[in-house]
């Protein structure tokens, strides 16, 4: 879910922003980011973020952390930020999303007795629901998306040292992208594998309102007599370029898999590669863009 993560042998300077729902692990990874030699920003109003831009590029990589706490915080404002740093040459910028089901952000903010930002006098659950919705267009936009349902803090510095470690043999981290051709390209892919060719579950009616992670559409593209081979030389393909990726000291991959909706072909080849690469072995992070809109549409279905 990056673009490029903190890499030893580029000399541009990193800024990381670290973001998600209040709870979701924030301060926990800023922490770790801390600890892994990031200079640390918390809670910069973002009225700021272009001054701190306008001067010399910092020295060691920077993390901001950011969230609806933050004085003048805003979604728009934020894109708005996210975009200045994709724009700026001399700056490899990404964003890291920490995300929680609201089941666990309820029962830490029930254990913590904290009261949520956006429902100080009410129950959590209000405002939790309230944030998640509002940052649905910042999750989208995220370069790293981490889920720690179920993490405990150890369990999240880990992943953060596997994703933002500076150190020698750090693991190379992977992501894997679904999306729509019709809503264009996802900013920062190194790889694009188009899978327009394959059999399309849209023109079966018991298969249209499903995706690609349902068995049966899963079958149903696996079916088309060009698949196993397609599978296997992209399969074949990735194994080649991720040692030498590593052996180059790229910190991070990204690999597109697009198709026409962007909901069954695609999403069944992105689900397929990211099991098979991580029984090689490969820290693999998975990302499916139009499912997650969707999701920000209503859906009550896990995206990702």
Same mark, same amino acid.
């Given at each position: 879910m990056t673009e490029r993560a903190i890499d030893p042998q580029n000399k541009s300077p990193s800024i990381v922003l670290v973001t998600g729902p209040s709870g979701a692990g924030r301060s926990t990874a800023i922490n770790a980011l801390e600890d892994l030699g990031y200079e640390v920003i918390d809670n910069l109003p973002l009225s700021l973020l272009p001054r701190l831009l306008e001067g010399p590029p910092p020295g060691r990589p920077l993390a901001l952390g950011l969230d609806v706490r933050n004085r003048d915080f805003g979604v728009d404002a934020l894109i708005a930020a996210i975009d200045q740093l994709a724009g700026k040459i001399d700056i490899s910028a990404q964003v890291l999303y920490l995300d !929680?089901?609201?089941?666990?952000?309820?029962?830490?903010?029930?254990?913590?007795?904290?009261?949520?930002?956006?429902?100080? !006098?009410?129950?959590?659950?209000?405002?939790?629901?309230a944030e998640r919705e509002l940052l649905v267009p910042v999750r989208a936009r995220a370069d790293v998306l981490i889920e720690t349902t179920g993490m405990s803090p150890h369990d999240l510095r880990a992943e953060i040292e596997q994703w933002f470690g500076t150190g020698e043999g750090g693991k190379l981290g992977v992501t894997l992208h679904s999306f729509s051709y019709k809503r264009g390209l996802p900013r920062g892919m190194d790889i694009v594998m188009d899978c327009r060719f394959l059999r399309n579950p849209h023109w079966d009616e018991a298969l249209r309102a499903r995706d690609g992670r349902d068995p049966d559409v899963a079958a149903y593209v696996a079916a088309d007599p060009r698949f196993e081979a397609f599978f296997s030389q992209v399969k074949s393909l990735i194994d080649l370029l991720l040692p030498a990726h590593k052996d180059e000291g790229k910190a991070h991959l990204s690999i597109g898999f697009g198709c026409t909706g962007g909901k069954h072909r695609s999403v069944m080849m992105t689900e397929g590669m990211a099991s098979a690469?991580?029984?090689?072995?490969?820290?693999?992070?998975?990302?499916?863009?139009e499912l997650e809109r969707r999701l920000g549409q209503g859906s009550k279905e896990n995206a990702v």
């Open positions: !929680a089901d609201e089941e666990e952000l309820v029962k830490r903010y029930s254990e913590t007795r904290r009261r949520h930002p956006l429902a100080p !006098a009410g129950p959590p659950l209000a405002g939790i629901a690469l991580a029984q090689d072995g490969w820290h693999v992070s998975k990302r499916h863009r």
